[in-house]
């Protein structure tokens, strides 16, 4: 099993920043892909971002590829999204992810954190 509990989310003007953690625990996670993804109020779950524990590669949904940025941090076993120039579309409820193969769909992935609430204000 892995555990994983989400932090930092908040309300944030359109242009601004906020960084998300995921902290990390439970059986061994050294393989794991760790991800992100986002859920509109009547939207499907989507991908947001996803970087493999070892660091070895990183992805990124095309909506978000070049404001966010996917980081490990082996050391406090955390999972960071920073999310610059947010968008009144980022608006989502942000879930930290986990399973061992690569998959753009939410249905494919096994440990999920209960989610954090993303505002942004026009």
């Known amino acids: 099993q892995v555990q994983l509990v989400e932090s930092g989310g908040g309300m944030m003007q359109a242009g601004g920043s906020l960084s998300l953690s995921c902290a990390v625990s439970?059986?061994?996670?050294?393989?794991?892909?760790m991800g992100w993804f986002r859920q509109a109020p009547g939207k499907e779950r989507e991908f947001v971002a996803a970087?493999?524990?070892?660091?070895?590669?990183?992805y990124y949904a095309d909506v978000v590829k070049g404001r966010f940025t996917i980081s490990r941090d082996k050391t406090k076993n955390t999972i960071t999204l920073q999310m610059n120039s947010l968008k009144p579309e980022d608006t989502a409820v942000y879930y930290c992810?986990?399973?061992?193969?690569?998959?753009?769909?939410?249905?494919?992935?096994?440990?999920w954190g209960q989610g954090t609430q993303v505002t942004v204000s026009s």
């Open positions: 992810a986990a399973d061992t193969r690569v998959s753009y769909s939410h249905y494919d992935w096994d440990y």
């Open positions: 439970g059986r061994t996670f050294s393989r794991y892909l």
């Open positions: 970087i493999w524990w070892s660091g070895v590669s990183t």
